[in-house]
């Protein structure tokens, strides 16, 4: 997008934050700094922060991906927001893999006979599938059987490949960019990977990547029996060719996170408060993390509003590339010293807090590295005295933000109202909603719009958010 593009849409969001969020009377702090906190952090509010998020997506493409320009529009907002309420905001840049499919990719057989494949039931592209289109040969390289194959593991599978054929490979025992790399290396034009055969091997291969940019030939994966298709047709001695295109962006892309700390408090024992900003390719994701990303922001704006001085610094982080990996809070922690490590006294993470058919899940303290009993604790007994039913959940354990920090000792805790996951009938029963339904049944899809959040959900998980945050910043 050009710059004469980017400017009015920021225009636009810094336009429509002042009417809502910035119109507020001074405050003065409460005496129970906790529960001023809480009564401050509306869901009203957060549900504005995200409707800007779902702007920003709007005005550039649908989506909030890293590296894209929707991205950018979300951490300027959030910048700005810091910024009017009077933090110091640390924009940190860093480089992100950036994948796109520009057109429908295809895969037929054009000799001896015609015959199409179906994208999306056939085949489909592999992520960071290089650009191109070919008409040639098809060789089949080492395929081996069901279950014991490394076709295309070696550069020795491929003595028998004409320079310019399409290398058709069978899925087997070392990762797809390493059998697309030694087949573009042996001059491949295009690369087929088909699955497996085994049980629970026969369909396309969805969600497959190469791992980030580098291969610059198509390659797509397909189902075992396109796959057999094409193997059969070599081996019955027949000139086999094939038609394979792929239009594609795979490339780095410069990213950031968003940082901004409380000017006062003791460094040491720093309360570090993150969610994700971007979102994944297919839609706006704003439960997934615009709801995060929302109610950070705004605990972080009444916080300043409000006057309070938590006795340990607050330190608020909005990371991006969270989808391809938690590459911004990787990034984050890696530069940070020992020191510097040392002195987080926890991570608390927020990542889907308006999932429509919600539950109430904190993060389980007991899971090996990644939780901490103590802020377990904080969360659980906010929630008990509340009358609010909670249950210990760890299936983020290795799929979101607090990862890193945990990884390097720092304790961890979060919420989350659930993603694909199916809410059952035990669910329904203490949280509401539809059992034998998805939690979020708009997880990663166009559909995660403002109108997919729960406003009941944001209401109760933001005043849990604020009053662990403050509760753990305000510890002897």
């Known amino acids: 997008m050009t710059l004469r593009r980017i400017i009015p849409i920021l225009a636009l969001l810094v336009l429509l934050s002042l009417t809502a969020c910035d119109a507020q009377e001074e405050k003065q702090p409460p005496p129970d700094k906790a529960e001023g906190l809480r009564s401050a952090v509306t869901a009203e509010a957060i549900l504005h922060h995200a409707r800007l998020f779902e702007v920003a997506a709007e005005a ?5 991906a890293a590296g894209t320009s929707g991205y950018n529009a979300s951490a300027e907002y959030v910048a700005d927001q810091l910024r009017k309420a009077g933090y110091t905001v640390d924009v940190q840049p860093f480089e992100a893999p950036y994948y796109e499919e520009l057109l429908p990719a295809k895969l037929e057989v054009v000799a001896p006979d015609k015959r199409p494949y179906q994208e999306g039931e056939d085949f489909s592209t592999l992520q960071f599938s290089g ?6 040969p098809v060789r089949a390289v080492d395929l081996g ?10 550069r020795s599978d491929f003595q028998r490949l004409v320079r310019g054929e399409v290398a058709l490979l069978r899925r087997g025992s070392c990762p797809f960019e390493e059998k697309a790399l030694q087949a573009e290396e042996a001059g491949a034009s295009a690369v087929v990977i088909f699955n497996d055969g085994g049980e629970g091997q026969t369909g396309i291969l969805k969600g497959g990547t190469l791992g980030g940019p580098g291969i610059s030939i198509p390659v797509v994966g397909a189902s075992f029996d396109v796959g057999e298709d094409l193997a059969n047709l070599v081996e019955d001695g027949r000139e086999a060719a094939v038609r394979v295109a792929a239009s594609t962006v795979s490339e780095n892309r410069r990213t950031t996170n968003v940082i901004a700390e409380t000017k006062s408090g003791d460094e040491d024992g720093t309360v570090v408060v993150g969610a994700h900003l971007d979102s ?10 615009g709801s995060g990303s929302a109610t950070i922001l705004e605990i972080a704006r009444q916080m300043s509003e409000l006057g309070i001085k938590p006795r340990k610094k607050v330190r608020f982080a909005f990371w991006g590339a969270e989808e391809l990996g938690m590459l911004g809070s990787k990034h984050y922690v890696e530069r940070l010293s020992e020191g510097e490590v040392d002195e987080i006294g926890a991570y608390l993470n927020f990542d889907m807090l308006g999932s429509p058919n919600y539950v109430r899940f904190v993060y389980d303290g007991s899971s090996g590295p990644f939780g901490s009993g103590n802020v377990e604790e904080v969360f659980m007994d906010y929630f008990a005295s509340q009358n609010l039913e909670a249950r210990t959940d760890s299936t983020l354990e290795d799929r979101s933000d607090h990862g890193p920090f945990a990884e390097e000792g720092v304790p961890v805790g979060g919420l989350f109202t659930g993603a694909e996951g199916t809410k059952t009938k035990e669910e329904a029963t203490l949280f509401g909603g539809e059992a034998g339904e998805p939690h979020d049944p708009c997880y990663h899809e166009a559909c995660d719009t403002v109108e997919n959040l ?3 959900a944001l209401d109760e998980m933001s005043d849990a958010a604020a009053h ?4 753990l910043a305000d510890e002897e």
């Open 60 to 64: 550039n493409g649908g989506n909030r």
């Open 280 to 289: 994944v390719s297919e839609g706006p994701g704003i439960n997934d993390n």
């Open 131 to 136: 650009s191109g289109a070919v008409v040639a």
């Open 145 to 154: 059987e069901p279950g014991d194959s490394s076709s295309g593991c070696e």
């Open 454 to 456: 729960n406003p009941r």
């Open 468 to 471: 662990a945050t403050l509760v």
